[in-house]
Each structure stands twice: as structure tokens, then as C-alpha cells.
């Protein structure tokens, strides 16, 4: 078991930017992959951003691409998502996930273990 607990969130005006944090506990985050979501009211959950376990691969939602940064501490178990140049369409929460299967990252069903997930409200 994985336990993922999201920190960081919170309200910023347009333009602003927040770093989030997930932390992980139980079993380290050895060999998992690690991916960000986020789901607005009414909306799908949408793909942000993954990181394989190695680093070496990363990949962007077309939507957020150029302004966020996903990142990686392994041996502190902790994945970051850096957020810049925020609009109000960022506004929703974000949760962060645990996969085995990077050649997935885009189908949340192939993520093993979520977090509670966190708010971002960008206010205009």
C-alpha cells in the first residue's frame, strides 16, 4: 500500500504561482511512476503532468505545458508540481497519483493509488 497526501494548495490571483507537494508513505514510491490530475466542477478528471520513476521521462497536458513543472524527490518520497503564470481556468482540485505503467500516464484507471487531493482557486 502507498498512502499520497497532497499539501500546497490554496487561493492566488492570476498570474500568481504555488508549488504542491505529495508525499508518500507505506511502501516507497520505488518503481512508480508519478502523475498529477485535476478535476474542475462538472468537468472530467484531466491529465497534468507524469514523471517516470527514473526522471528520465516527463510528460505535460497540452493545457499547462511551458507553465508547470512536475519534479521529483525519491528519497524523500515526495512528487512537486510547480505552478506558474496561473489563469483561472488552473481553478479545481489536484490530486496526485501512482502508477507502475508510464506507457499509460494519460488514463487515470491505470494510476494504483490517489491522493485526497488539493484546491487551487485562481482568482481573475
Known amino acids: 500500500q502507498v498512502q499520497l497526501v497532497e499539501s500546497g494548495g490554496g487561493l492566488v490571483q492570476a498570474g500568481g504561482s504555488l508549488r504542491l507537494s505529495c508525499a508518500g508513505s507505506?511502501?516507497?514510491?520505488?518503481?512508480?511512476?508519478m502523475g498529477w490530475f485535476r478535476q474542475a466542477p462538472g468537468k472530467e478528471r484531466e491529465f497534468v503532468a507524469a514523471?517516470?520513476?527514473?526522471?528520465?521521462?516527463?510528460h505535460y497536458g497540452d493545457s499547462v505545458k511551458g507553465r508547470f513543472t512536475i519534479s521529483r524527490d525519491n528519497a524523500k518520497n515526495t512528487v512537486y508540481l510547480q505552478m506558474n503564470s496561473l489563469k483561472p481556468e488552473d481553478t479545481a482540485v489536484y490530486y496526485c497519483?501512482?502508477?507502475?505503467?508510464?506507457?499509460?500516464?494519460?488514463?487515470?484507471?491505470?494510476?494504483?493509488?490517489w491522493g485526497q487531493g488539493t484546491q487551487v482557486t485562481v482568482s481573475s
Open positions: 507505506g511502501r516507497t514510491f520505488s518503481g512508480f511512476a
Open positions: 514523471k517516470s520513476w527514473s526522471g528520465i521521462n516527463t
Open positions: 497519483a501512482a502508477t507502475h505503467y508510464y506507457s499509460d500516464y494519460l488514463d487515470p484507471s491505470e494510476y494504483e493509488y
